[in-house]
């Protein structure tokens, strides 16, 4: 029985330097060696594959470069030493529920979703800081981050570190690229193969923003930037322009995987077509039968109902030869004005047409909402006695609904994730959307305890504002639609350092260091804290169905239908090893998990080495082989 400890790489976030060195090796294997520390990448070789034999990191190239970007790079690298804590007691319809609020910084949180979410979130939405010169409350240290968070939550002592941005430090855009450049990258692992992200900004990081994409996406796999009109009135207090709209920049995995789903056609739109005539193919509406390209067959004169002979006319040619002419009037797809006197135009039927729009790049608010509406939808989920904590820069859901109506499909358990959650728009769309169509959506939604102004009984930080409006939502929709069998829950997760203890010698008292880490285990957490850090070691997702047995007077986890087995007892003797691991043998077969299981057990439950391996022995005569211990 193997034990696991804090370095072991089944005890670890994902690990995107050794991912991409087996990616690079699964292509060229001699372009991968090895080294004193690992793998390593010949960059010679690489070189001479691509052709380049000149080409150095030191000479000039295209791109998007500011101080910091390679510690940036770095950072989205780096394992997690966290962990997400389940908080049950904070969430609704826990044991049901597919959808996930975790409170915690993004950059560690998307590191830990690494291996549970990698290329399975259809739809991005983030409201990153705008940086108008306001401080960043996110605490990316290249040491110890979950450390600095918890720190700057109030977890720990040593006080809040907020990292300013103002321009007079000189790293008014330098601060913003440091800080998104990792979370972007990390976004992109988790993004589906046939996925899209949509970023808001305005005007002060567009253009950071988009080579940033273009660098970390690929230029091309961008589809638009949607100009949003945010406003109903302008400000006549501006100083220069009255500013009326943000933008949302676009980006897909594959743009060419990737393709919008049509928006329902509008009631202007179907107002067009009519029925003069009384076709019985039904409504239709007239159109130019002629265009300006120049088409060999297109020179020809037709002849009316009332003998009135018309031609394409000067520079124009008709869109189809003379005899598909004949076949469309033959068929009565020619319209020749009420007299029958007229430029003749085709009929193109309502019922012929795709039912939907093609996305289009201007949106305004009569459409999709504004920062008004915005801000009375929160006021209506969640009651402030302090105006200094209702958020300005909220979005609204209609906006958003939007973004799903085009990203996502309502039948396919589609996974939407919005890292910069903020009071949680995202989800109360998600829900609403759900409701509308029927969907099953699920989403993700991630917000650092980013602590409010002025702190109140129920409200401490924007995590509790998040938390409060989908309470809210969910109380709403259930009243109001009481056939509706949606998913109206959530789990809460927090971010919290690892259970596992890493090994942290007192260099004046090994004695004592050796002593304290005989249990690996941190002290107060508990067996579910565990048992979903297991999950996300091994890369299971946060909402999948755990039985629960108990075997030999012991619990026994089962975790995706077989795929983990856990028991994570304090106390195993000698007695009780063959009782339980003959139970555990008999449940996995009625379990008949269709991939190999993992086995899991506490190390320091056994009574003995001579306890621990009878129970490994047992497990692997029957087939489960791959046994830990933590």
Not at 52 to 57: F, L
Not at 176 to 199: C, E, K, S
Not at 276 to 288: L, M
Request: a negative charge.
């Amino acid at each position: 029985m193997k034990k696991l400890t804090a370095y072991d790489a089944e005890t670890k976030s994902s690990n995107p330097v050794a991912e991409n060195i087996a990616q690079l090796k699964a292509l060229f294997p001699d372009l991968v060696t090895e080294g004193p520390e690992g793998a390593l990448v010949n960059v010679d070789v690489l070189k001479q594959m691509v052709g380049d034999k000149t080409v150095t990191d030191t000479d000039e190239r295209y791109g998007l470069n500011w101080h910091g970007k390679r510690l940036a790079r770095q950072l989205a690298l780096t394992p997690s030493t966290g962990t997400l804590r389940p908080s049950p007691e904070e969430s609704i319809e826990w044991l049901n529920t597919q959808n996930l609020m975790i409170q915690g910084d993004n950059l560690e949180v998307l590191k830990l979703l690494q291996k549970s979410y990698a290329g399975k979130v259809k739809l991005i939405y983030i409201d990153p800081p705008y940086n108008t010169g306001n401080d960043f409350i996110y605490p990316d240290d290249f040491k110890d981050n979950i450390r600095n968070y918890l720190e700057l939550t109030g977890q720990l002592e040593g006080g809040a570190r907020i990292s300013s941005n103002t321009e007079a430090s000189g790293r008014f855009h330098t601060d913003w690229l440091n800080m998104m450049a990792p979370r972007l990258r990390l976004a992109r692992t988790i993004l589906h193969p046939d996925g899209l992200i949509a970023v808001s900004i305005d005007d002060n990081e567009l253009p950071s923003l988009r080579a940033l994409m273009n660098e970390i996406f690929g230029e091309e796999n961008f589809v638009a930037t949607v100009i949003w009109q945010k406003v109903y009135s302008p400000k006549n207090s501006a100083k220069h322009f009255s500013v009326d709209h943000d933008y949302i920049v676009l980006y897909a995995k594959s743009a060419e995987a990737w393709r919008p789903r049509l928006l329902p056609r509008s009631e202007e739109a179907n107002a067009r077509y009519q029925n003069p005539d009384n076709d019985p193919r039904g409504d239709w509406k007239p159109s130019d039968l002629t265009a300006r390209n120049y088409y060999s067959k297109g020179l020809y004169d037709v002849t009316g109902p009332t003998g009135k002979t018309f031609n394409s006319g000067v520079g124009r040619y008709w869109r189809q030869s003379y005899e598909a002419f004949l076949e469309m009037k033959a068929d009565n797809r020619i319209w020749w004005g009420p007299n029958g006197d007229a430029m003749p135009a085709q009929k193109r039927f309502l019922s012929e047409v795709q039912q939907g729009m093609i996305p289009q790049t201007i949106w305004q608010y009569d459409d999709v909402g504004h920062t008004q509406e915005a801000k009375k939808e929160l006021l209506e989920h969640v009651a402030f006695s302090h105006n200094e904590n209702v958020l300005n820069s909220v979005k609204p859901t209609r906006l958003l609904r939007r973004l799903l109506a085009i990203g996502t499909d309502a039948t396919s358990n589609d996974i939407v994730l919005d890292f910069f959650g903020g009071s949680a728009p995202t989800p109360h769309a998600v829900w609403a959307q759900n409701l509308e169509d029927g969907g099953n959506r699920r989403f993700i939604y991630v917000q650092i305890p980013e602590p409010l102004p002025k702190p109140e009984e129920r409200l401490k930080t924007i995590f509790d504002i998040g938390v409060e409006r989908l309470r809210s939502v969910s109380a709403q929709i259930m009243e109001g639609s009481l056939a509706f069998a949606g998913d109206l829950g959530y789990r809460v997760f927090k971010l919290d350092s690892s259970n596992i203890r890493a090994w942290e010698p007192d260099r004046d008292d090994l004695d004592q260091t050796l002593l304290d880490h005989a249990e690996h285990l941190r002290e107060g957490r508990t067996e579910q804290d565990i048992l979903y850090e297991l999950l996300l070691k091994l890369g299971l997702d946060l909402c999948v169905p755990i039985q629960t047995r108990t075997i030999a007077g012991k619990t026994v986890h089962s975790i995706g239908g077989g795929v983990l087995l856990a028991c994570l007892d304090s106390q195993i003797t000698r007695d009780e090893v063959e009782p339980l691991a003959q139970g555990i043998v008999n449940w996995h077969e009625t379990l008949a998990p269709a991939g190999d299981t993992t086995s899991v057990f506490r190390d320091s439950a056994f009574a003995d080495d001579v306890a621990k391996t009878n129970l490994a022995a047992i497990l692997s005569q029957h087939g489960l082989t791959n046994v830990r211990s933590l």
